[in-house]
């Protein structure tokens, strides 16, 4: 079993920054593929990012050259670096362990119900 739980979020002008970080406790061989999602209230959750055990990375296009995803294996802690955050940005933030396997699926083929684990979120508002 594994328990994660997110931190970080906060609220932000556009243009400014975040680190969102995703403690990982419990069986560290989910850590081979993890990843980053987002959900709006009445929306469907939606990938973020997503990273393997090799630290090779995928991004949805949205968010390509302005997050980055990466894993800290000695403190098992997940993180999202975001900059030149947008309003389009604000969400609920979760992070995820891949269920179906230790391979990482490809950012295209990044479906939520594929993952589980999921934290209590954190929330990430930027404002205009």
């Known amino acids: 079993q594994v328990q994660l739980v997110e931190s970080g979020g906060g609220s932000v002008q556009a243009g400014g920054s975040l680190r969102l970080s995703c403690a990982v406790h419990?069986?560290?061989?989910?850590?081979?593929?993890m990843g980053w999602f987002r959900q709006l209230p009445g929306k469907e959750r939606e990938g973020v990012a997503i990273i393997d055990s090799e630290h090779s990375a995928g991004y949805v296009e949205s968010v390509k050259g302005r997050f980055t995803i990466s894993m800290d294996v000695a403190k098992n802690i997940l993180y999202l670096e975001m900059n030149s955050l947008k309003p389009d940005d604000t969400a609920m933030y979760y992070c995820?362990?891949?269920?179906?396997?230790?391979?990482?699926?490809?950012?295209?083929?990044?479906?939520?119900?594929?993952?589980?684990?999921w934290g209590q979120g954190t929330q990430v508002t930027v404002s205009s």
């Open positions: 419990g069986d560290t061989y989910r850590r081979a593929c």
């Open positions: 995820a362990a891949y269920k179906l396997g230790t391979s990482c699926p490809t950012v295209n083929d990044l479906h939520w119900p594929d993952f589980g684990f």
